[in-house]
């Protein structure tokens, strides 16, 4: 399901844009909300999901569908910028009743998505708390978890051995371990062909030992562990270790598989590829822990299940994403892994999953479960573009970190301020 689910990767880096380009786009394509379609009896229900890169996730989704017998539901694919044409449509009556989408702190306070807290009474503990936290506000659930991506440092193990280096466990170790592997033929390291801003997101705060935001709702960076963390990142790309320019980004493991690259920093949805590729010949890390007080860090995230707020039927859309996404354990296993290569959101159901048993992809799950994190709800997409922006400088141009970072902190202190209004 490789789109923009995980927590640092987004399909817009600006998911609200301008309210009159988006009614324009719900305008054009949501008029005709093919309400009425389906296989059930009841009210009809229109679930949006946007358009999945994997083969057979269509069809599973429909199928999930036609199963459900206390309500006509009716799955509409959106092609394009999903996150866009959903934001738009909560603006308008033409606003689906269940779509798939990581429901933001805007929408939560302006009262576009519902409450679903009550559909996860006795479950709530079973759903992986990281996946979970982004979608709760004020302790209430607006989303429901649908499964966890992930992302990872692949290497190859023949690479590093022939070159003599370790499995890098620290920040610098893989900064030198990048150099060492880079030959005229094969780079180090890929963190995609912008170098690593736009992919990476909060994960080196994280490796620091830091926030974005802390738990409170502070400014989680106002550190200058912060600075030296991020100063470091400029050193694969004066050190010449960086692919850049690849014929795919970050997000595709053909760079890798093809070994255009040592090490590729992408997500777990690419495992099954390249374990058909490669074999047993590579490993997987968390994005290597920095400094005294630094950890490794992972990030996850995943779209979830919401329900609009002013839907017509709102408490048959409930009924209907509590059935598929909390008590249709079959399905929800069925999505994680049959049509692409994810971690069930569902504690229980990951432990269960005997293709996360081992190997590489049990060592992605020990990884999520013992350092995974999803940035928080209240780094708001204003706050995370100016942090990114400044990381393409520090990371491209080598631009100081300290004084780069100063206005993204008074940024996010200012956003933090607007939500708190």
């Given at each position: 399901?490789?789109?923009?689910?995980?927590?640092?990767?987004?399909?817009?880096?600006?998911?609200?844009?301008?309210?009159?380009?988006?009614?324009?786009?719900?305008?054009?394509?949501?008029?005709?909300?093919?309400?009425?379609?389906?296989?059930?009896?009841?009210?009809?229900?229109?679930?949006?999901?946007?358009q999945y890169g994997e083969?057979?996730?269509?069809?599973?989704?429909?199928?999930?569908?036609?199963?459900?017998?206390?309500?006509?539901?009716?799955?509409?694919?959106?092609?394009?910028?999903?996150?866009?044409?959903?934001?738009?449509?909560?603006?308008?009556?033409?606003?689906?009743?269940?779509?798939?989408?990581?429901?933001?702190?805007?929408?939560?306070?302006?009262?576009?998505?519902?409450?679903?807290?009550?559909?996860?009474?006795?479950?709530?503990?079973?759903?992986?708390?990281?996946?979970?936290?982004?979608?709760?506000?004020?302790?209430?659930?607006?989303?429901?978890?649908?499964?966890?991506?992930?992302?990872?440092?692949?290497?190859?193990?023949?690479?590093?051995?022939?070159?003599?280096?370790?499995?890098?466990?620290?920040?610098?170790?893989?900064?030198?371990?990048?150099?060492?592997?880079?030959?005229?033929?094969?780079?180090?390291?890929?963190?995609?062909?912008?170098?690593?801003?736009?992919?990476?997101?909060?994960?080196?705060?994280?490796?620091?030992?830091?926030?974005?935001?802390?738990?409170?709702?502070?400014?989680?960076?106002?550190?200058?562990?912060?600075?030296?963390?991020?100063?470091?990142?400029?050193?694969?790309?004066?050190?010449?270790?960086?692919?850049?320019?690849?014929?795919?980004?970050?997000?595709?493991?053909?760079?890798?598989?093809?070994?255009?690259?040592?090490?590729?920093?992408?997500?777990?949805?690419?495992?099954?590829?390249?374990?058909?590729?490669?074999?047993d010949d590579f490993g997987?890390?968390?994005?290597?822990?920095?400094?005294?007080?630094?950890?490794?860090?992972?990030?996850?995230?995943?779209?979830?299940?919401?329900?609009?707020?002013?839907?017509?039927?709102?408490?048959?859309?409930?009924?209907?994403?509590?059935?598929?996404?909390?008590?249709?354990?079959?399905?929800?296993?069925?999505?994680?892994?049959?049509?692409?290569?994810?971690?069930?959101?569902?504690?229980?159901?990951?432990?269960?999953?005997?293709?996360?048993?081992?190997?590489?992809?049990?060592?992605?799950?020990?990884?999520?479960?013992?350092?995974?994190?999803?940035?928080?709800?209240?780094?708001?997409?204003?706050?995370?573009?100016?942090?990114?922006?400044?990381?393409?400088?520090?990371?491209?141009?080598?631009?100081?970190?300290?004084?780069?970072?100063?206005?993204?902190?008074?940024?996010?202190?200012?956003?933090?301020?607007?939500?708190?209004?």
């Open positions: 399901m490789r789109q923009s689910r995980s927590s640092t990767t987004h399909v817009s880096r600006r998911r609200l844009l301008s309210v009159s380009g988006a009614l324009a786009l719900t305008a054009a394509c949501g008029s005709n909300t093919g309400r009425g379609g389906g296989a059930g009896g009841g009210p009809a229900l229109d679930h949006w999901y946007h083969a057979g996730t269509e069809q599973a989704v429909r199928r999930y569908a036609s199963a459900y017998r206390r309500a006509r539901v009716n799955v509409q694919w959106r092609p394009g910028n999903y996150d866009q044409q959903t934001a738009a449509a909560l603006l308008t009556k033409s606003a689906p009743d269940v779509f798939e989408g990581r429901p933001t702190l805007d929408q939560i306070r302006g009262g576009q998505v519902a409450d679903l807290t009550g559909l996860l009474t006795g479950v709530r503990d079973d759903f992986h708390p990281a996946v979970l936290a982004p979608k709760t506000y004020q302790g209430k659930v607006y989303g429901i978890p649908q499964v966890i991506d992930t992302q990872a440092l692949h290497y190859r193990k023949s690479l590093l051995d022939k070159a003599g280096v370790r499995p890098p466990r620290t920040l610098d170790e893989l900064i030198d371990a990048a150099k060492a592997l880079t030959t005229k033929h094969v780079k180090g390291l890929f963190l995609g062909n912008d170098g690593g801003a736009g992919v990476l997101g909060a994960t080196p705060l994280r490796a620091a030992g830091l926030e974005p935001v802390t738990s409170d709702g502070e400014v989680g960076f106002d550190d200058p562990l912060a600075a030296r963390t991020l100063g470091k990142l400029h050193r694969f790309h004066a050190d010449g270790s960086l692919l850049l320019g690849a014929p795919t980004d970050w997000s595709d493991p053909s760079a890798f598989v093809q070994g255009l690259t040592a090490m590729q920093w992408t997500g777990l949805w690419a495992l099954p590829r390249i374990q058909q590729a490669l074999g997987v890390l968390p994005f290597p822990e920095d400094g005294p007080q630094g950890r490794p860090s992972v990030p996850v995230g995943a779209y979830g299940a919401a329900v609009h707020a002013h839907s017509r039927h709102i408490d048959a859309a409930k009924d209907y994403v509590k059935w598929l996404w909390v008590e249709r354990t079959d399905y929800q296993q069925d999505f994680a892994l049959s049509y692409g290569f994810h971690i069930p959101a569902r504690l229980s159901l990951a432990k269960k999953a005997a293709a996360l048993a081992e190997g590489p992809a049990a060592d992605a799950v020990r990884f999520t479960t013992d350092y995974g994190y999803a940035e928080p709800l209240l780094w708001t997409d204003r706050s995370l573009t100016a942090f990114q922006d400044a990381l393409s400088r520090i990371i491209v141009d080598g631009a100081d970190p300290a004084a780069q970072l100063r206005p993204v902190i008074a940024t996010t202190r200012a956003e933090l301020k607007r939500v708190r209004s």
